[in-house]
């Protein structure tokens, strides 16, 4: 049983199927033939067909789809409006204000009366200094996508709808909803002209939208790359990552000589990374038992009355009193730490705050480099350089000096002092950032095989997907009658259950990509993981709509397009009417089923609902209420991809199914809307990449989109039997190239790097990196000691602690509770022997977060 796409002499369309071929009868659809006879039309919707001719593709599946999209919609969106009152009411901010525990200073009022409305109202510059340029690009393309499905709607609505309906063109394929596609026109029809300058005002809009969008993004990009994100701290724009460091150059002190002798008194900090996985297990192994005790402490609280924890010991399986096992293990976790650590002594003293004395001249020099403190210089040199790595942080002084070492060949070898500008250090993932550079290339290419290979097998699910959409040939290829593809109950199958199927199929890959980049791959950065994400999630979306259009598994198309490469295009052109209403769904569940159950956050409601259900708050620890108002944020990687498809599809179905266009409105303006009013009050992006992932690296798919709509155009014209349309259809292909070349070379690649004439303009205007205080921002945090946990922290904040902190929402201490804190501040003053005093930190610490104490036998006499 294989997919095969028929030809209908009659009504000049081609439609997919599954069919069951014979050994000697198989289909050859490379050369446009097929194994059953052609015939005319006898019924309409909702009336047998003859065998052999194609199915008509009728409304009902769209209605249905629509009604329950619809519906939900109206569920969640009526579950937002009372929730968000109810919240109001209460100053509550955890579920649809979140951004006001973190990102006060960068939201709107909370609660306003109008969510839409206020949301609409915001300024694109406000909107920017809100959200960051990531959020802002991506908002930025929405609103591109709903500008290009606006032009298509009217062309749509005013020229291309009115000349295809009225076509000559008849048969089951041109019934229905394909009455107002190019399927109702005849081939070699004068009508094609309107096709042809409705693709041309199209493309040339699309082209002056993206000239635009450019521009808007050379002006903040550009300043992103100066200046950073405002709530950035201020090192990290003067910082780079240096991979491939030869061994003798594996210590700050030589690295350091190294780049002082490129650099002269611009080289501030050095932090050559050190393989340390020994203290990090430990330092893990510290943290949970500090989650665990805290946990404890938590219940005892909660339930005074219930019978104390106890835990086995995994040494000799005895049970023992929770708490004091937790707070024997952290303090033996605490020794241990002390002891390892030790064998890094140089570099914790690197890795601490140093004093500085460079002093700023006005005329972008400086007088004097930084000098050590006096624990750098009496720390004993490394005992073991093994333990060194090649990868480590530079942080310069000047940005004229950064991004010389970006841009220029520093060494002559391209795996020896290679330079990149150093991410955001929130995103920076310790546990890979030791990997060598070429153990990473050599896992990513195993894996780009890998998934390759998987675009190929990617055929097979989505072949069953498309199955289910075709769901009367599923019912002939098993002999039995096809059903009335009227019925509401046909509609629900064959237009709901596909789109829902291939949505999980996607989020499964999507999970798989990523955990190859983390665990595989082992990149070193969160932005990195969502680039690497986003590309190959793309692809595979990208790959959706060829195969769901071809059909069946890639593998069966080889030899065609061995003999006939052209051939794949043709095909992919000549189903396109058919699979229309597939897409069509796509896009209404993505929509109306996708608004009100984003504003409501129901998911984010009902896990909390059942956490609280299964764990009272009396139960959650500091941390775990501390956790829970921390805003989620946008996984580009995941959330940009389904966007694209929507785009490639909106774009290759102008011209042959423009009611399309409509729909993509509907799904654009929304999402724009929607997504606007959620970054500025929900949404908080943990990192920020300037934009990187949600354009520059977002752009080429856009371009790869038009140009594919481009060739399609040109495929079906050929189709049509109409070559002077065709040939023109050149046109705009080689228009879009040209454009192409002149946008890379004058925006694209300029715009990788900040220029040196705007770096040293900078450096002139703000002045070179000058603190006297300078903290290691890209420290290793196993070896930092200021900020250490060392114990657990209060099970609750008194109420100054949390006014001093900032806290919205002050929630009554019963007095019980006030003098267990009270004894338990007390005997937590004067911490055990050997332990380090822990205090906030502005540099490192957590926003709003309580320093932890040290865990004392005092301690547990509070909870007994």
């Known amino acids: 049983m294989t997919w095969t796409i028929y030809y209908n002499a009659t009504s000049d369309v081609w439609t997919t199927a599954l069919v069951n071929h014979s050994s000697d009868n198989d289909s050859d659809v490379w050369t446009n033939t097929s194994s059953a006879e052609s015939s005319n039309s006898t019924g309409s919707g909702g009336e047998q067909q003859e065998e052999g001719e194609p199915t008509i593709t009728t409304w009902s599946g769209i209605w249905v789809t629509f009604l329950v999209s619809a519906l939900q919609c109206l569920v969640f969106y009526a579950f937002f409006l009372y929730q968000r009152h109810q919240d109001s009411k209460k100053n509550s901010v955890d579920l649809y204000e979140p951004r006001q525990h973190t990102r006060k200073h960068r939201s709107p009022a909370p609660f306003a009366t109008s969510w839409w409305k206020s949301a609409w109202e915001v300024e694109q510059d406000e909107l920017l200094r809100c959200v960051g340029l990531d959020s802002f690009m991506f908002l930025r393309f929405l609103r591109l996508g709903a500008q290009l499905c606006g032009l298509g709607s009217v062309l749509a609505v005013l020229v291309l709808i009115p000349v295809y309906a009225t076509g000559d063109n008849r048969g089951n394929a041109t019934l229905q909803f394909n009455q107002i596609t190019l399927a109702r026109v005849e081939a070699a029809s004068p009508r094609l002209w309107a096709s042809l300058l409705a693709w041309y005002l199209f493309v040339a809009f699309v082209l002056y939208a993206f000239w635009n969008e450019w521009q808007l993004f050379r002006t903040h990009r550009s300043a992103f790359l100066a200046r950073g994100d405002q709530d950035m701290p201020q090192e990290y724009r003067y910082a780079v990552r240096v991979e491939g460091i030869p061994p003798e150059f594996r210590t700050d002190k030589a690295l350091k000589a190294y780049f002082e002798r490129l650099f002269p008194n611009q080289v501030q900090q050095v932090t050559v990374l050190l393989e340390m996985t020994q203290l990090q297990k430990l330092i893990q192994e510290r943290q949970e038992n500090i989650e665990k005790l805290e946990q404890v402490v938590a219940f005892l609280h909660a339930k005074p009355d219930k019978p104390r924890p106890v835990i086995k010991r995994k040494d000799d399986a005895e049970e023992v009193d929770a708490v004091e096992h937790h707070e024997a293990e952290i303090a033996r976790l605490n020794l241990e730490i002390d002891q390892e650590r030790s064998t890094f002594q140089n570099n914790v003293a690197e890795q601490s705050p140093q004093t500085t004395t460079t002093k700023n001249t006005g005329d972008g020099t400086t007088e004097a480099p930084p000098h050590t403190t006096e624990l750098e210089e009496t720390a004993p040199a490394k005992d073991d350089d093994s333990k060194a790595t090649s990868t480590a942080f530079v942080t310069f002084t000047s940005l004229r000096a950064k991004q010389a070492a970006i841009q220029c060949e520093l060494t002559g070898n391209p795996d020896r002092m290679v330079v990149f500008a150093a991410p955001d250090p929130k995103g920076v993932l310790w546990d890979n950032v030791t990997v060598s550079l070429t153990q990473q290339v050599i896992f990513q290419k195993q894996a780009a095989l890998v998934f390759s290979a998987g675009v190929c097998f990617w055929a097979i699910p989505v072949a069953f997907v498309t199955a289910i959409a075709n769901l009367n040939g599923i019912l002939q290829g098993l002999g039995l009658p096809p059903a009335d593809p009227t019925a509401a109950w046909y509609g629900l199958i064959s ?99 996708a608004f009100g159950l984003e504003l409501s956050m129901l998911p984010t409601y009902g896990v909390s609902l059942v956490m ?143 220029s040196l004439e705007m770096a040293a303009q900078v450096d002139i205007d703000d002045g070179e990196l000058d603190q006297n205080t300078a903290s290691v921002l890209y420290g290793m945090p196993a070896l930092k000691t200021e900020g250490e946990e060392r114990g657990p922290m209060p099970y609750r904040r008194s109420e100054v602690e949390r006014d001093e902190e900032g806290g919205d929402v002050v929630q009554p201490i019963d007095d019980e509770q006030r003098d267990n804190e009270t004894v338990q501040e007390k005997h937590s003053a004067a911490p055990e022997e050997g332990s380090v005093p822990i205090h906030s930190n502005e540099e490192g610490g957590e926003v709003g977060r309580a320093a932890p104490r040290s865990v004392t036998s005092s301690t547990v006499l509070t909870l007994q």
Not at 497 to 508: K, T
Not at 626 to 650: R, Y
Not at 674 to 687: G, I, N, P, R, S
């Open 495 to 593: 237009g709901l259950l596909p789109v829902i199927f291939l949505s999980v199929l996607m989020a499964v890959l999507y999970m798989a990509i990523v955990a190859a980049a983390t665990h595989l791959v082992r990149y070193k950065s969160a932005a990195e993981v969502d680039a690497y994400a986003l590309y190959w999630h793309q692809l595979f979306q990208l790959a959706n709509l060829w195969l769901i259009l071809i059909g069946g598994s890639a593998f069966d198309q080889i030899d065609g397009m061995i003999n006939d490469p052209t051939g794949i295009i043709d095909i992919i052109a000549t189903a396109m009417p058919g699979a229309s209403v597939f897409f069509v769904n796509m896009m209404l569940v993505g929509s109306f089923g």
């Open 612 to 754: 609280k259900l299964i764990q009272p708050e009396a139960m959650l620890t500091q941390r775990q209420l501390d956790q829970a108002k921390t805003p989620p944020s946008i996984v580009w990687g995941e959330q940009v991809p389904p966007v694209v498809f929507v785009f490639l599809v909106v774009i290759v179905y102008m011209p042959i199914v423009p009611i399309m266009e409509v729909f993509g409105v509907v799904y654009f303006a929304g999402y724009y809307l929607v997504y606007k009013h959620q970054c500025l009050h929900v949404y908080a992006q943990e990192f920020e990449g300037g934009g990187d992932a949600t354009w520059q690296k977002l752009f080429p798919f856009l371009m790869a989109c038009l140009y594919m709509g481009e060739l399609i155009f040109i495929a079906y014209m050929g189709i049509k039997e109409a070559p002077v349309q065709g040939a023109f259809g050149f046109v705009p292909l080689v228009v879009t190239i040209a454009f192409h070349m002149h946008l890379s070379r004058t925006i694209v690649r300029p715009l990788r790097n900040l």
